[in-house]
């Protein structure tokens, strides 16, 4: 499907705050409510629009650290307490993004669920201890 700048400046918008109702982005778009609603429709069946989600500060519902592992492993499996699996090229085959309530969480959930997976060789843990910048939406 080719996007238009209109569906393009529509999906900024929805980028921004999903909640934003049709009548408003008609309004900033200068177009229908009706036509909006089409488009946005056209854009969710088409896939590009896959969901809608709720940003949840993790410290506030008890995840107050967070750490990226780098792993050098022959196979996968689930794992609980990982949020994001990404395979990547260099030294590492998958990096994982966790969460856990603490320090001592995280250590349980390294050596006690990680360190064990089959074909497990090394990790390299790296702590984060603030983040300057999460932004989800992509440049359209």
Avoid: C, K
Wanted: glycine share 8%.
């Amino acid at each position: 499907m080719q996007l238009d700048e209109t569906d393009r400046s529509i999906l900024r918008i929805l980028q921004s705050d999903a909640r934003t109702p049709f009548s408003e982005i008609a309004r900033e778009i200068e177009m229908s409510s009706a036509t909006v609603h089409d488009r946005v429709g056209r854009l969710e069946d088409e896939g590009i629009i896959e969901g809608y989600h709720t940003s949840v500060d993790a410290r506030a519902v008890g995840f107050g650290t967070s750490a990226v592992v780098g792993l050098r492993i022959e196979r996968l499996r689930e794992i609980d307490g990982v949020q994001e699996i990404h395979l990547t090229t260099g030294e590492w085959d998958v990096v994982l993004r966790v969460y856990a309530e603490d320090t001592d969480h995280l250590r349980e959930l390294m050596f006690d669920n990680i360190a064990r997976i089959d074909g497990f060789s090394r990790s390299q843990t790296m702590v984060i201890l603030g983040s300057e910048l999460e932004d989800r939406s992509l440049p359209i």
